[in-house]
């Protein structure tokens, strides 16, 4: 069995790849600080728990498992926390992995999957966006991504690694069997506080800004369920390891929601009420991010099997009711 090692795996994202990894055949092998991830939703696999920028547990997994590859999704991902405090962000999105990327090289493990944004591309000046429009990010998560890009690029040039950048658009849902789902705490994603707001764990939802140019005035997201994100992942893991050549894609749905849709959405999903006020914007946002993902459809033939909104928020409302308190109780 094909190993990889999934930096991150115990968080949001790592873990349904890793689900994922495990359905087709393959191993993954996670290390995660636990920082954010949960232990309970490493379940496909061996699991180390540590740091990516401890450069002595990197040795110790490198030597121990052939990994082919590495998933890395151990980054912090709050764009208003990047704006208060930048220093964290640069520090673990950009400093830690240059620890890991150095071990990788060093051991000879030459594929890369990374995960970008589409926080990369900035205020856009035309949507859908395209891989190849101008990035100019507005705050330092989008910022902490982009050098990543520009480490993997020049990496690539010097010959000394293949890689992945996944722009994602806004990750949501959960895994449609219900084993594990979105779970951040403290939560600031907009899908899950809408749904705990409907199961009546919140009073209300903030909606961050009312005067957006956008059709009415809250901000627009192009939403991406987390397996079609997975399965992705796993197309260009199969591209590098066949020897292709370094990528970057967009993956979102092509499909612009704003909060207000996000929210009637949710309230037809799960069949209550959700109840909403306006606050000031949140520093660092864009108006609107919408991708088009024809790229990776093109020349990996990925293709989202959750394509509506009401699709994506059904997996997450399972999993919520489920999971009241997240893993929890598990
Ligand atoms: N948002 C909001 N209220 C909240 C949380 C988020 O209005 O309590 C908005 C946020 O300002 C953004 C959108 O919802 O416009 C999506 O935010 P999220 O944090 O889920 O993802 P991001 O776009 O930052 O990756």
């Known amino acids: 069995m094909k190993e990889i090692l999934v930096v991150g795996g115990a968080g949001y994202i790592g873990s349904h790849m ?7 055949g393959l191993q993954p092998i996670v290390l995660d600080n636990l920082s954010y991830g949960h232990r309970q939703a490493v379940q496909w696999g061996p699991f180390y728990e540590g740091d990516l920028a401890d450069r002595s547990l990197l040795k110790k997994i490198f030597a121990r498992h052939t990994i082919e590859a590495v998933m890395h999704f151990a980054a912090f991902c709050y764009v208003g926390e ?10 673990n999105n950009v400093s830690a992995p240059l620890t890991l990327l150095t071990e990788m090289v060093e051991h000879n493990i030459l594929n890369f999957i990374f995960s970008s944004t589409c926080a990369t591309y900035g ?3 035309q949507l859908p966006l395209l891989e190849d429009f101008p990035q100019n990010p507005i705050n330092p998560y989008g910022r902490s991504k982009l050098m990543m890009e520009h480490i993997l690029d020049d990496l690539d040039l010097a010959n000394k690694m293949k890689s992945v950048c996944l722009r994602y658009f806004n990750a949501a849902g959960a895994d449609p069997e219900g084993k594990i789902g979105e779970a951040h705490n403290p939560e600031t994603h907009l899908i899950p506080l809408v749904l705990q707001t409907a199961m009546g764990q ?8 009312s005067d957006y140019p956008t059709t009415d005035g809250t901000c627009i997201r192009d939403y991406i369920h987390i397996q079609d994100l997975a399965q992705a992942h796993h197309l260009c893991l199969t591209h590098l390891l066949a020897g292709g050549e370094s990528r970057k894609y967009n993956l979102g749905n092509g499909n612009g929601y704003s909060i207000l849709d996000v929210i009637k959405t949710a309230e037809i999903v799960s069949k209550k009420k959700i109840a909403y006020s306006y606050a000031p914007r949140r520093p660092g946002d864009p108006a609107a991010l919408v ?13 989202p099997k959750f394509n509506s909104l009401e ?6 409302w399972n999993w919520h009711v ?3 308190k997240g893993f929890e109780e598990a």
């Open 322 to 324: 489920n999971h009241p």
């Open 291 to 303: 991708g088009s993902a024809a790229l990776i459809t093109q020349e990996l033939g990925w293709k």
């Open 311 to 316: 699709s994506i928020l059904s997996t997450a």
């Open 82 to 91: 990047s704006v208060e405090a930048p220093l964290k962000y640069y520090q």
């Open 202 to 209: 919140r009073d209300e939802l903030k909606i961050f800004g």
């Open 18 to 24: 890793c689900k994922y990894l495990h359905e087709k």
């Open 123 to 125: 205020e856009p000046e």
